[in-house]
């Protein structure tokens, strides 16, 4: 089973700065990684598949990059919808489909 | 719009059964996989299972092995998910989503998800 790691586990940042979360592998997975965005009592919304590809109409400001084993997803001017959680998933190696533990972007 | 829509959560006994449904709208159902995937009260996501779009493959997850069943009629456009032998630690929200084939790689992304049904495994 591979292993998806996320750091940090929570992300302080105050609006209008860069996040990036940190998506780690325990083997490779190529570019077949995706990130999904959550909010409290919402389900995950897709944000980036393939490691770096938008999903429709999601804004710019949100670019995922990486392949083998590290990735990363950068926020470059954090609005005020964009404070929660996210999680990397890769689907290259299963079953298991696995996620990581998740990074919650808070207000600083 | 291209939706999903889970129903058939409930509070049940351990040991008991259930069985959760899900609906897609806006978009040509047996053209595509579809997966459940859950998250316990304040956790991270599961995936649990997933069934290919024709209804002939399916996976699970090991810790819902030999109890959880999928399976799909394509010409009611409905995704099942027939649980039994319910645990304390299946007391989740489930999600059906939608599975897509990213191009360059191939593999497969989940793009649409529904809001959820929730499920309580309790005496």
């Known amino acids: 089973e591979i292993v998806m790691t996320q750091s940090p586990a929570t992300l302080s940042v105050s609006p209008g700065e860069r996040a990036t979360l940190s998506c780690r592998a325990s083997?490779?997975?190529?570019?077949?990684l995706a990130w999904y965005q959550q909010k409290p009592g919402q389900p995950p919304r897709l944000l980036i598949y393939g490691a770096s590809t938008r999903a429709t109409g999601i804004p710019a400001r949100f670019s995922g990059s990486g392949s083998g084993t590290e990735f990363s997803l950068t926020i470059s001017s954090l609005q005020s919808e964009d404070f929660a959680m996210y999680y990397c998933?890769?689907?290259?190696?299963?079953?298991?489909?696995?996620f990581g533990g998740g990074t919650k972007v808070e207000i600083k | 719009e291209e939706q999903v829509l889970e129903s058939g959560g409930a509070l049940v006994q351990p040991g008991g059964s259930l069985k959760l449904s899900c609906t897609p709208s806006?978009?040509?159902?047996?053209?595509?996989?579809m997966s459940w995937v859950r998250q316990a009260p304040g956790k991270g996501l599961e995936w649990v299972s997933t069934?290919?779009?024709?209804?002939?493959?399916?996976k699970y997850a090991d810790s819902v092995k030999g109890r959880f069943s999928i399976f799909r009629d394509n010409s009611k456009n409905t995704l099942s998910l027939q649980m039994s032998s319910l645990r304390a630690n299946d007391t989740a929200v489930y999600f059906c989503a939608r599975r897509n084939r990213a191009q360059k790689t191939g593999g497969y992304y989940m793009d649409v998800w529904g809001k959820g049904t929730t499920v309580s495994v309790s005496s």
């Open positions: 806006g978009f040509t159902f047996n053209n595509f996989g």
């Open positions: 083997q490779s997975i190529n570019s077949d």
């Open positions: 998933q890769q689907y290259n190696q299963w079953p298991p489909e696995t």
């Open positions: 069934i290919s779009a024709s209804g002939g493959s399916t």
